[in-house]
């Protein structure tokens, strides 16, 4: 049964050798010691029995973000435990340098999507498994669509994408009269992440655990330098390559914004910062690295990679069949000095701006719905976060930007006191803008009459 391919992939199965591995009698028989028989451990409403295989393998959707070396291992774990609906979005094309690591993928795949040759491979090799590949942005897709799964699973590397994602699916969350969450708008992400020998995995139940947003703090303040350093005495190809990228791409092409997603713009910077380089006799510079150091980019290791893609995909089965307690939130790695992981809680942002069930805000009892909206765009809280803001109560629209129709049909609004528009009640205001990416929840409170208005103005 094993054959040999051939020379650029000798380790490889043939895609029928490998799907009649796993596609043996007994092929869920761990899976079934799980699933099958009770617990003294399992999650709340727990319920052992044939049908859960059933669900996760036939309505269980499960969508996968990210098709680079942590996302191909999600791919096969999450094939290989019995989830059957699978969707993978990512919108890079592969490249030469990540085959040390992204095991789906060979060299005749190279300038092929991800998405789209990891989910032929996962496919080939794993019978009754149905992946679906998206070559595109997150940014591309509706809100809607990544609404229609069940869970949501991260293999990013980027702060952004993930920033991104967690809002989105905060937006969805809808919180009750008390202020705990409505358990049918939560969506439940698994995220994972490395950095060379370390790496972590996460669990994110909206309304419940704290958010991305609620714990942006255990993020390291990325490495910058000196700009005179860069302009002036360059001491290493990291120098050489940021000089190119902050200061010689807006000298060289002034009003053209630099897109480090682009192959044509990271090779302009590449070629340029060899140049550089050159002058100050600086080695080193290459394309990898001018990824990199432009990107932020860590190189990957391909065992951290497993370790944490395994942790998440058995968070994603607890996940969907409350089989065992989940992880308590969040787990992290370092294989530097021998094998170290550990799990432990963080503390959830009650004024979170992303999923809190309201960011306090206290206003004057006579201030208007136009003051309101005016005074929420100087907090220093939504600074850059708010550019023209839409605001509701509990599905009324008080005062919406867009479209025209609605913007002149609320326009009076604008005048009125905010104290009657909310029927003189404190409560829950949604803002929606542009700039975000799911629902600003508030917390309107009014200061009452006799309150000394200079010493609460900092409120």
Known sequence: MMKRKGEDEPWALEPEAMAETVDLEGRWEDLDRLLLRPGY????????????????????????????????ELLKDLALTGFGNIEVIDMDTIDV???????????????QPKAKIAAERVMERVRGVNVIPHYCRIEDKDPSFFQGFQIIVLGLDSLEARSYINALVCGFLEYEPDGSPDL???????????EGFKGHARV?????TPCFQCSMWLFPP????????LAETPRSPAHCIEYVHLIQWGQDRPGETFDADSTDHMKWIF???????????????????????????????????????ATCALETLKIATMCSKGMDVFMQYTGTDGVYMRTFANEKDTNCIVC????????????????FIDAILTDSRFKNKLLKPSVSLQGENLYMQAPPVLEEETRPNLAKPLRT??????????????KLKGVLRLQVNFKTADVDMDAGAGG
Do not use: H, W
């Open 421 to 434: 528009l909310m029927s003189g009640e404190s409560g829950i205001l949604n803002i929606n803008d542009r």
């Open 204 to 208: 994110i139940i909206p309304g419940v």
């Open 222 to 229: 990325q490495v910058t330098f000196p700009l005179c350093t």
């Open 356 to 371: 809190s069930p309201g960011v306090p805000v206290e206003v004057e009892a006579d201030i208007t719905l136009e003051q």
């Open 184 to 194: 049918t708008t939560i969506k439940p992400m698994v995220d994972g992440g490395t």
């Open 271 to 309: 070629e340029q910062a060899a140049k550089r380089a050159e002058q100050f006799n600086i080695s080193g510079v290459t394309y990898t690295l001018t990824q990199g150091v432009v990107k932020n980019i860590i190189p990957a290791i391909a065992s951290t990679n497993a370790i944490v893609a």
């Open 97 to 111: 340098s990540n085959l040390n690591r992204q095991f789906l993928f060979r060299m005749r795949d190279v300038g």
């Open 41 to 72: 451990i399992v999650g709340p409403g727990f319920e052992p029995g044939i049908e859960l295989r059933d669900m996760i393998k036939n309505d269980c959707r499960v969508l996968v973000i990210g098709a680079g070396g942590l996302g191909c």
